[in-house]
Structure formats: structure tokens, C-alpha cells
């Protein structure tokens, strides 16, 4: 019977249906098959790899990361006001890592999964405390991993079952519950698949709702291939190239990636229909590969999930109906299509229901309404990311396109070494656009880059597939810079349209110099005034210039004078005076050189919005 006619039917027929779709019998091998692998990904993908800064504990870690930037994010909330003890951080580690050990062999296997859940997850949030946004590398996994932690995922194929029948001796209507399998299969299964729709739906709506097939019919596929590659100053791969090169090839890979998104939600209505099921898993797990190869973005443990996709009994039941967990018991091994919702407490039934429903209502509110950024529940996202078109309008031209970003520079013996982008830096130019705490935000900037740099004073630091010599450096450098995708069809190569400093550390005296400005309305004029504060100088002289909108002019626009005068300890703009177009964001410099010596240090200021 269709979900269609049911609902024409009377109440009570409806909830039989949600009942009979939830707790249908068998899933014992599912079940079992999921947790392996998805606490496989979990502990290889979330906690080693993208939680890898914080697993040699919370001191270390802190010295690397702005701590007046913190942000929570996530259970991170619960610290409100300053970030958690370093003890917990360490405490939370060690749980994260026996937790997720003992889910995976199914030891204390509900505990284990709720434990590894929510300190994995916690760990994460950690990680993104520090920046307005977070990454999505981690998100599915977890998402997932929020599904399952309450389902019996240790009844078979455990530890637990090993002990429970050989040593315990319990019976097989005590090792098993018929009906209890499914639900957080399928529950994970619509939160996988619900991760890939949120992003469909960011992209064909947009952070201003207003995209509609922009995010296809535009340079903006072009752009997002390019832009990793432009960030961290890597070669353009063939594959990346021969799409780059053809407005047609990246439109229609623009769409193959939206249908890609959106397909495996069409599981929902296919939870009876094996095969059907197994091509929607094999369109998620495409996705990743997919992203590695054009993006550079490689998350491989994305295709363990595509496991929640495939009806492991119906595949693999019938050649275990002998065995002692299908023989012994009333599991039906085959995936057959029985109803057993009769062979459950009404009270566990309610219990999941409500869980079920609230995880459902509170993901897909959160990407409907794009609540995110205002509740900050990690893993839960509105999928923001690359949502945005990453073009300028009118978007039939072809025109360049700058993204922001951080640069180093490392100076020592007379030389400077230009690193840019390093993955741990793409956050940490942030402190340049804002105003308040704006100098501690700086000076807390550069100090995490000094933390980070340190382990590597007598070894290579390898990142993104190049290795650079970070040792006996004498000054750090911080810029914020503006990268330029050169339009099409010109030279795929990456162009700097504008940096300034963040703050700058000498380690020879360990003083930090930083400069920045907050605005405000001139009272006298209207127009816009800067109060301008620096660190580190004993008698500065300090100078402005501005940049007429290196977002859409990047090749090679001079710094100009800033029209002005300096009046009242501040700065009064004569925006009269300001040769800007209409609209355009314009970052004003300062420049700063203490009394007497020769050397200036340009910092970035606050940018202007005309």
C-alpha cells in the first residue's frame, strides 16, 4: 500500500504506516555492517585525520590556535565565555579515542557509540572555535554517527555478542530484539542522504536566495575548481584544466554535481526496494572520488557510508539462515517486507519516534532556514559552503574573480619565504576585517602561527603536497591577501591583488607590531572617520592608502594616498575626494614606520563599502 493512499485513509492507518516503515523486522546484518564501518570512518576520518592538531592534548593545541578569537561552536557552547580547560580537552581526547575503538569491535557497544558521538563531535567544534564558519569534511560522518548512537548496533557481529552468548550464555530471545535493527539504518541512511540535499538545495537557492541555476549557467564551477588550486599555489591538474578550458564541459559538470546531490534523498521512498537502493548508495559514493579528483577535496571515508544504502540482508541473508543468530531465533535474514512492529514496548516505539522526528525536524529546519550560524550546533549545517556563486554578475561575461586568504612570510638571513595559504592560515587573516578586539585579535593571530611553526624548527613542514623549510626564521609576517582568478580564457595562473599585514612578530626581541582602525561617523561631516591604534611602535608615524576595489581590479592597482586629514586622534575621510566606482570594497592600508628608521610595515585596515 502507497504512502499516498494510507494518508487518504484514517489517522490510525497513517500511524500503522510510519510504524510498519520504521520497525519492520530484520536489519540484524545492516545494523551490525553500518556501526563497523561508520566508526571506521569516524575514527580514521573525523578523529585522526580532521581532529589530528588536538590529539596530542589541550596545551599544545592551544598554543596554536587565536585564542581572542574564540568562537564556540557545536557542545563547545557549553564554555561559554572562554574555551575549555586544557585538562578537558586532553580527558575529552582520550574518550574520543577508546570510545570509538571499543564501537567499532562492539564492545559496550551503545555506550561506546554515544560516547564517541558526542566527543568526536565535540572535538570538532573545538577545532572550528576559532573562525566565524566550519569546514564539512566531518559533518556526514557525524550527522550519521548522531543517527545510530542510540540503536542495538551490538547485538551481532560484536564483542558484545561473543560474550553475551558464549560466556553469559543468554538465549536468543534475550540477544536479539526483532524490529529494533532498522530504524537507525534508515535513519542514517536519510541523514547521509539529507547532508548531499542541503548542499543541492544552498546552491540552487543561495546564501541570498537568489541563485536559482546561476550556480550552473555562470563562471562559477570554474572558479571553485580553480580556487583550492589558486589558494594554496598548486599546479592545475589535466582533468581540472580540460574543464576549466570549456565554458560547456564545466556548466554540464555543474549540473551533473547538482544531480549528484540531489538523487540519493529519492532513497526515502525506495527504504522496500533493494536494488534500487544499492544504485542511490553507488550516486552518494561517486561523490566523493568525484570532489577528490576536480576539487582536491579528499574525504574516501565518505564511501563507507554508501554501507546505510545497501539491504545487507536481502544480499547476504539468505546464505546465514542457518547460522545461530537467524535459526535460533524469529530474525528474518532475507529483508523481507513483515511489519514487526507488534514485537515492541509501545514505549520504545514513542522513544524512537521522538528521537527520530526531532532529528529530522532540527536538520532539515537548519538547512530550510539556514539556522546555523545562529544556533552553531555542529555537526547540523545549512551547507553553506561553496553555496555561493562564485562569480561576478552579469554572469553571460567573463570576468575575473578574488577570493580572500592568508599569506606568510618568513624572514631570515636576508631572504623571505612566501607561503601561501597554508591550510591552518585560511582562518586566521580574519582578524583584518574585523574592528573589536581588533589589535588582541592580531597580535593572538601571529602568536598561533609562531605555535604552529615550532615543531617544525629542524624538519621539513610538508602540506599540500609541497615542503617547505620553516626553521631559523628571525620575523614572521601575517598578511591578509586577495587572490584573483584570472577570467577566462586567460593563463590559468594565480595573481596576488592585494596584501597587507595582520601583525608581525620578531623573534630575536619578541615584540609584536600591529595597526588597525575602528570607524565610526564623523559628527562634524557625516562621513566616515577611523580611529587608528597600533602595538609595538614607541613613536609611530603613520600614513594611509587605499586600494579602489582590488576585488574587481587585480591587475596591479597602485596604493593611493587617502583623502583626508587627521584631526581629534583620529582620521576623517573626504570621501568627496575618493576615486571609487559605484558599487565597489575597498581596503584601506596603514602605514606604519617608527620615528627615525627607515623601515615600513603596511597593515590592512578596515575595508570600505561604496
Not at 542522504?193 to 537568489?210: I, Q, S
Not at 546465514?320 to 535459526?327: C, G, K, N, R, V
Not at 588582541?440 to 613542514?461: F, I, N, Q, S, T
Request: hydrophobic share 50%; net charge neutral.
Amino acid at each position: 500500500m502507497s504512502a499516498t493512499t494510507v494518508i487518504a485513509q484514517k489517522p490510525a492507518a497513517v500511524t500503522s504506516w510510519i510504524q510498519a516503515y520504521w520497525f519492520r523486522s530484520g536489519g540484524l546484518l545492516a545494523i551490525s555492517i553500518c556501526r563497523i564501518l561508520l566508526f571506521i570512518a569516524v575514527y580514521k576520518h573525523a578523529l585522526l585525520r580532521d581532529c589530528s592538531a588536538l590529539l596530542a592534548g589541550g596545551a599544545s593545541y592551544y598554543d596554536t590556535v587565536p585564542l581572542a578569537s574564540y568562537n564556540p561552536k557545536g557542545l563547545v557552547q557549553l564554555f561559554t565565555s572562554a574555551p575549555p580547560p586544557a585538562w578537558f580537552v586532553s580527558v575529552v581526547v582520550t574518550i574520543a579515542n577508546w570510545s570509538t575503538l571499543a564501537a567499532i569491535i562492539g564492545l559496550f557497544t551503545r555506550s561506546s557509540m554515544i560516547l564517541s558521538v558526542l566527543s568526536v563531535s565535540f572535538l570538532l567544534g573545538l577545532s572550528f572555535s576559532w573562525e566565524p564558519y566550519w569546514s564539512h569534511g566531518s559533518n556526514v560522518v557525524m550527522l550519521a554517527g548522531i543517527a545510530m548512537m542510540f540503536g542495538r548496533a551490538g547485538d551481532y557481529l560484536s564483542f558484545d555478542y561473543v560474550i553475551r552468548r558464549y560466556w553469559l550464555n543468554w538465549p536468543a530471545s534475550r540477544l536479539f530484539r526483532d524490529g529494533s535493527y532498522w530504524w537507525p539504518v534508515l535513519l542514517a541512511q536519510i541523514a547521509v542522504a539529507l547532508f548531499y540535499f542541503a548542499g543541492f538545495f544552498a546552491k540552487v537557492t543561495g546564501p541570498d536566495w537568489d541563485s536559482g541555476l546561476s550556480w550552473v549557467f555562470s563562471d562559477n564551477l570554474r572558479n571553485s575548481l580553480l580556487r583550492p588550486l589558486m589558494i594554496f599555489d598548486r599546479e592545475v591538474p589535466w582533468q581540472v584544466l580540460v574543464v576549466a578550458s570549456s565554458p560547456f564541459l564545466w556548466k554540464l559538470v555543474a549540473a551533473g554535481h547538482l544531480a549528484n546531490q540531489a538523487l540519493p534523498l529519492c532513497v526515502i521512498a525506495a527504504t522496500h526496494k533493494p536494488r534500487v537502493r544499492l544504485i542511490e548508495g553507488l550516486v552518494f559514493a561517486a561523490g566523493a572520488p568525484l570532489l577528490g579528483i576536480f576539487m582536491g577535496f579528499w574525504n574516501p571515508y565518505w564511501m563507507l557510508l554508501a554501507a546505510f544504502f545497501v539491504d545487507w540482508d536481502y544480499f547476504i541473508g539468505p546464505k546465514l539462515e542457518d547460522t545461530y543468530a537467524f535459526s535460533s531465533g524469529d530474525i528474518i535474514p532475507n529483508g523481507k517486507d513483515t511489519d514487526a512492529t507488534a514485537k515492541l514496548a509501545p514505549t520504545y516505539r514513542a522513544a524512537c519516534l521522538t528521537f527520530i522526528a526531532a532529528f529530522l525536524l532540527f536538520d532539515a529546519s537548519t538547512f530550510l532556514f539556514r539556522l546555523s550560524p545562529v544556533h552553531k550546533m555542529y555537526p547540523f549545517s545549512w551547507m553553506g559552503f561553496y553555496s555561493s556563486v562564485e562569480a561576478r554578475p552579469p554572469y553571460d561575461w567573463h570576468q575575473p574573480y578574488t577570493i580572500p586568504s592568508g599569506q606568510l612570510l618568513l624572514h631570515r638571513k636576508g631572504a623571505v619565504e612566501d607561503i601561501v595559504s597554508l591550510w591552518q592560515l585560511t582562518s586566521l587573516y580574519l582578524p583584518a576585517f574585523t574592528n573589536a578586539p581588533e589589535l588582541e585579535r592580531r597580535a593572538d593571530a601571529v602568536k598561533a602561527v609562531e605555535g604552529l611553526l615550532e615543531p617544525y624548527e629542524h624538519k621539513p613542514y610538508d602540506l599540500n603536497g609541497r615542503s617547505f623549510d620553516v626553521g631559523g626564521w628571525d620575523r614572521i609576517d601575517l598578511n591578509a591577501a586577495l587572490i584573483q582568478i584570472p577570467a577566462y580564457p586567460r593563463e590559468t595562473k594565480r595573481t596576488i591583488a592585494h596584501a597587507a599585514l595582520v601583525a608581525s612578530l620578531d623573534r630575536r626581541t619578541g615584540v609584536i607590531k600591529a595597526a588597525g582602525a575602528r570607524q565610526a561617523m564623523d559628527p562634524a561631516t557625516g562621513g566616515t572617520a577611523l580611529t587608528i591604534e597600533t602595538i609595538g611602535f614607541e613613536h609611530p608615524e603613520i600614513s594611509l592608502f587605499y586600494r579602489p576595489d582590488p576585488w574587481t581590479n587585480g591587475d596591479g592597482q597602485p596604493l593611493l594616498p587617502l583623502p583626508g586629514a587627521f584631526r581629534d586622534n583620529g582620521f576623517v575621510i573626504d570621501e568627496e575626494k575618493l576615486d571609487l566606482p559605484r558599487p565597489s570594497w575597498t581596503p584601506i592600508v596603514i602605514r606604519v614606520r617608527e620615528k627615525d628608521q627607515m623601515e615600513m610595515f603596511d597593515f590592512f585596515g578596515p575595508v570600505l563599502y561604496r
